[in-house]
Structure formats: structure tokens, C-alpha cells
């Protein structure tokens, strides 16, 4: 698949700071040093609905720590997919009588869209579930032949005491694992299974769905953590740098991912950092499509708002922290945008170089955007004061704060 256009990063006088990440596995820090190529793996979405606020806050997280890097002068390796085939797709189309590939490609055409006009940098290889089906019946295969599978009733599931690692990720116990794994796609419920949380490899061709040709494990489709396994692995090995996505990715998605991968490779771990942002929530519930409650990105846009006032609004909650989406976030947000704006339109202002370290220190300290914002408003509110007379401060504001934030001035 193609992704979408990259907007141009300026380069920053100084040096970048290497990365210190909130890690899930280890629930601590953990400084990242990934060489000269770095290589991040993010969750794309499954497109049968518009980019809500929620996606977008996840995207903006790990849109940082491309900035992070690439102001190392790293080049980087990202990573995304597309779930363009899984229940909820088909559930959709079937609801709203449409063909479940056309949803998907209008959706995902939608994304890109919201993507560009937030300023998240693409990744360099996007990847859809369904042109990733080649790649996957081979490692189902080689899981099953290694005795890491097994079939009931024509499905391929894997089992997870094939792992000596598995619950190295999420830490929870058998039974937060179980309460999860239903909530989440699972099926623990299924009589016949070895362990109730082991995730489906492959699905045998259902009547009415769409299926593909698995060689030796016949006509099905796959199962959504093998999906993103197989990108992954094809387009970044194993040991690479961030596993990213929302906490609600946590378990089963990036711990069953993760021993999927350890077991196909006999490696371990599958990445060095396994990154989760917090849950944006409306009216005082997790945004999500199943539910409902829900403030599209495309839907602001359209309504006028400035796509530069809601990457603010997104930056102004630590990526990690759960918190709620109101107009007030909204209106805030384009407050600061303006201050800012008329700030960086002055021909002079106090010297930046001190803001523009202090912009870096906050992003290598754990993606810290609030952080990084007071900082900017503090020099804003200096120049609002007192004015300046370096005239190449505010040029270097704006630049600083496009290459390490996406905001556009
Ligand atoms: N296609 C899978 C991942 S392979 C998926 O989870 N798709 S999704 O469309 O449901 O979500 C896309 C990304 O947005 C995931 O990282 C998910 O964790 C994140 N996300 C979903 N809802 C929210 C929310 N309310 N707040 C923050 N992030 C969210
Ligand atoms: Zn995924």
C-alpha cells in the first residue's frame, strides 16, 4: 500500500538526544541506542470507520519518537499496517451493505488524509493485512510444524506454553488474561483449546467471508497478531527498537505478537521497547468505534478547525496518561496556536537556543510533550513581555517546533 506524503523536516542547530521510553515489559525506562537506522513497528488501524481523536493521539506518540530520532540524525525504519480484513470489518459491511474491501480502502484513503493534514510522518513501508497473506501461511506453517500450533475444527491456534517468555509483556495473570482475551477478540470460551487465551493462527474459510488460499492449511484467513508478526519480522527483523500502539494493544495483541515472533526465531525479545499511549476518552468513556462516542479528526477539519490546533490539543496530554477529550481541550489548544502564531510573525524575540534544548530535553524524557510546551509558552510569554532583539529567534521557534512537534506556525 502507499502511505502518505512526508511533510518536510527542518533541521535544528545543536544535537539530538538520545531516547529514554517507558517500556511495558520491564514497566520502567529504558534508554534507547538504536544505532544508525532505527526501527519502530506501530499498529495501524482497522478502517472501517474515520480516524477518531483517540487514533490520532496514539499516531501523534509515536510521530515523536520519529522526531526524537530523526533529530539524531538517524535515519528510521517505521513501520505500520493496515487490518484491512478482521470481524469487526465484516460486521460493518455487512450491517451497512457494502463490499468489506471497498469500506476498508475508502477508510484507510481517509486516514491517510487526516494523517497528511496532522503532519504525522508516514512510515516507510505500509503494509495491508491482505497483501501480508502471502508471508503468514508460511510461518503458520512453520509454528504448527514445530509444535507451537495446533488445529480444532480446521482452525489453527497457537499455543502459548510454546513461549518460555510469554507474559513478558503484559505481566498480568492467567485470569486479567482471560477477562481480556474475550473482551478483546479472543476466544477462551471455546471448548477443546489447550490454554483458553490461545489466539487464532488461522481461520478456516467461514460461509459468507472472504478467504485466501493457505496451502497446507487450507482455504481461511489470518489472525490478527500472526498479521502483524509477519510485517514486522519481513520489514525489520527481529530485536528492533519500539512496539507501538494504544494500551488496549497491550494484551492479547503485543504479547501474543511477542511470542509469536520468539518462537519463529528462537529469539528473544522481539523488541527492545514495547510502548503504549493512554486511552482518550469522550463523555467519561474510552473513544471507540464499537461504541460510539466518538470526535472524528476528518469531522473537525471539516468543520474549519485549524489541524495545527488539534496536534496542540493532542501535545497537551502526556502521551501515557489516560484523559478526556471536551471543546475546552479544543479551544485551548487554539489559543495557545494563536499566542504562538503572533509570536513567531515578530521580527525579533529573546534568544531560543536555550528553548530549543529544553525542547529536546523534554521529548527524550519519555515523549514529556506538556513538557515540551510549557517551554515554548515560557519564551512566548517572555517575547509577549518584553519583545527581543534577536531576529532569528522567532525563525528558529518555528522550526524547532515543526521538527519536533509537527506544528506548522
Ligand atoms: N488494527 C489494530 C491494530 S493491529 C487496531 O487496534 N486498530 S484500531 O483502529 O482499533 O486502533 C488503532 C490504534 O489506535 C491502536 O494503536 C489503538 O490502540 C489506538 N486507539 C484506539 N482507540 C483509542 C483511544 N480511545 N485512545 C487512544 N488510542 C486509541
Ligand atoms: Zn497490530
Redesign the pocket.
Known amino acids: 500500500m502507499h502511505a502518505w506524503p512526508a511533510s518536510e523536516v527542518p533541521a535544528l542547530p545543536g544535537q539530538g538526544r538520545d531516547l529514554r521510553i517507558h517500556d511495558t515489559a520491564t514497566g520502567g525506562p529504558v534508554t534507547l541506542d538504536p544505532g544508525p537506522v532505527a526501527r519502530i513497528y506501530v499498529?495501524?488501524?482497522?478502517p472501517y470507520d474515520a480516524t477518531h481523536i483517540?487514533?490520532a493521539?496514539?499516531y501523534n506518540a509515536f510521530d515523536l519518537v520519529q522526531r526524537v530520532w530523526l533529530d539524531t540524525k538517524r535515519q528510521v525504519h517505521y513501520v505500520q499496517?493496515v487490518?484491512d480484513v478482521d470481524d469487526p470489518l465484516l460486521e460493518r459491511a455487512d450491517r451497512d451493505g457494502v463490499d468489506w474491501a471497498a469500506l476498508a480502502e475508502q477508510e484507510t484513503a481517509l486516514f491517510r488524509e487526516d494523517m497528511t493534514a496532522l503532519r504525522m510522518l508516514p512510515p516507510r513501508h505500509y503494509i495491508g493485512a491482505v497483501e501480508a497473506i502471502p508471508g503468514i501461511v508460511p510461518l503458520v506453517e512453520r509454528l504448527r510444524d514445530h509444535g507451537a500450533a495446533y488445529e480444532l475444527e480446521g482452525d489453527i491456534y497457537f499455543s502459548v506454553e510454546s513461549d518460555p517468555h510469554f507474559g513478558q509483556v503484559s505481566n498480568l495473570d492467567a485470569a486479567a488474561m482471560r477477562l481480556l482475551s474475550a473482551e478483546r477478540g479472543g476466544d477462551p470460551e471455546r471448548p477443546g483449546k489447550k490454554n483458553p487465551v490461545d489466539p487464532m493462527l488461522w481461520m478456516a474459510a467461514r460461509e459468507g467471508e472472504p478467504s485466501w488460499d493457505g496451502g497446507s492449511l487450507g482455504r481461511g484467513r489470518p489472525g490478527?497478531h500472526i498479521e502483524?508478526v509477519a510485517i514486522a519480522l519481513d520489514h525489520l527483523g527481529m530485536g528492533f527498537d519500539v512496539q507501538g500502539?494504544?494500551s488496549?494493544?497491550v494484551f492479547p495483541?503485543h504479547e501474543m505478537g511477542a511470542s509469536h515472533a520468539q518462537v519463529l526465531t528462537g529469539e528473544f525479545p522481539m523488541a527492545k521497547a514495547y510502548v503504549h499511549?493512554g486511552?482518550?476518552a469522550l463523555h467519561g468513556e474510552?473513544?471507540?468505534?464499537s461504541k460510539g462516542n466518538l470526535v472524528f479528526v476528518s469531522a473537525l477539519r471539516r468543520d474549519g478547525v485549524d489541524p495545527a490546533a488539534i496536534r496542540l490539543a493532542l501535545l497537551a496530554h502526556h502521551y501515557r496518561a489516560d484523559w478526556e477529550w471536551t471543546d475546552q481541550v479544543l479551544r485551548d489548544a487554539e489559543a495557545r496556536l494563536g499566542r504562538w502564531r503572533a509570536a513567531v510573525s515578530r521580527p525579533d524575540g529573546p534568544p531560543a537556543e536555550a528553548l530549543v534544548e529544553e525542547i529536546r530535553e523534554a521529548l527524550a524524557d519519555d515523549l514529556d510533550a506538556p513538557a515540551a510546551l510549557a517551554a515554548v509558552d515560557r519564551w512566548v510569554g517572555l517575547q509577549e513581555a518584553s519583545g527581543g532583539t534577536d531576529t532569528g529567534a522567532p525563525g528558529v521557534v518555528s522550526r524547532a517546533v515543526d521538527a519536533l512537534l509537527g506544528v506548522a506556525l
Not at 499498529?43 to 482497522?46: A, F, K, Q, V
Not at 474510552?286 to 468505534?289: A, N, R, T
Open positions: 499498529c495501524g488501524i482497522t483517540g487514533h493521539a496514539t499496517n487490518t490478527w502483524c500502539g494504544g488496549d494493544l495483541h499511549a486511552m482518550v474510552k473513544m471507540s468505534k
